[in-house]
């Protein structure tokens, strides 16, 4: 069973376009993130959700909205996207904010082209 | 700031032999610290965690790591590298701020 799980694994898209990635967990957890990876292997934290309601929103341009229609998921909508999105997407969760581990997905590789 | 630091880019050891990866932080209290590990083309794998009390935790795949107030550190140690230990290393703390706060990473190679 997987712990935090994204789809898809790979998005090839063109400029312009508006995808989404799905995430879900079954680990019972309140707390939802999502971070980017970029090329440089940096990761640093987009989004949190704590029990569907937003937390953290990291400067994030608008054209990325998150939606949490329950506790266990976690989507990314990315509309108009441009070749400065391309990166890892990680999905993670937590039981609660504070002292707690996030358990993290395997990641989305987006590449716009 | 609030920042986490991995001096390291890159450390290649030989299979077999001890590990230190270094990490410090730069916050004015003790933040919760993390290692993760990313093998290619995977997603973050919890090595191990420090919170509150005794300084040397110990992790998964046989990692440990010493948290050292006076030197703002969390290293990682393992005695004996495997072949299959080689990845990329990140560090990273919760300032009190719900979100983590990652190093920069340190990419593991490993000599047979």
């Known amino acids: 069973d997987t712990a935090v799980s994204q789809t898809p694994k790979y998005l090839v898209t063109q400029m312009g376009n508006d995808k989404s990635i799905k995430c879900e967990q079954n680990?019972?957890?309140?707390?939802m993130y999502w971070y980017k990876q970029d090329s440089k292997k940096f990761l640093k934290i987009m989004f949190s959700y704590n029990n569907k309601e937003l937390i953290i929103n990291e400067t994030v341009p608008n054209r990325f909205s998150p939606k949490s229609p329950d506790k266990a998921h976690l989507n990314l909508h990315i509309n108009s996207l441009e070749l400065g999105d391309s990166a890892v997407y990680f999905c993670?969760?937590?039981?609660?904010?504070?002292?707690?581990?996030?358990?993290f997905g395997q990641g989305t590789r987006l590449t716009v082209v | 700031a609030q920042s986490v630091t991995q001096p390291d880019i890159h450390i290649t050891v030989s299979e077999g032999a001890s590990l230190e990866l270094r990490c410090n932080y730069s916050?004015?209290?003790?933040?919760?610290l993390f290692w993760y590990v990313q093998s290619p083309g995977q997603g973050l794998q919890l090595l191990l965690k420090y919170f509150s009390g005794d300084t040397l935790v110990q992790g998964i795949k046989g990692f440990e790591a010493e948290f050292k107030r006076s030197q703002s550190s969390f290293n990682l140690r393992k005695p004996s590298v495997h072949w299959s230990d080689a990845a990329e290393y990140f560090c990273a703390a919760d300032f009190g701020n719900e979100k983590l706060t990652f190093g920069t990473g340190t990419r593991l190679t490993i000599i047979p």
């Open positions: 680990l019972g957890h309140d707390t």
């Open positions: 993670a969760s937590s039981q609660a904010t504070g002292a707690t581990a996030a358990f």
């Open positions: 916050y004015g209290a003790t933040p919760y």
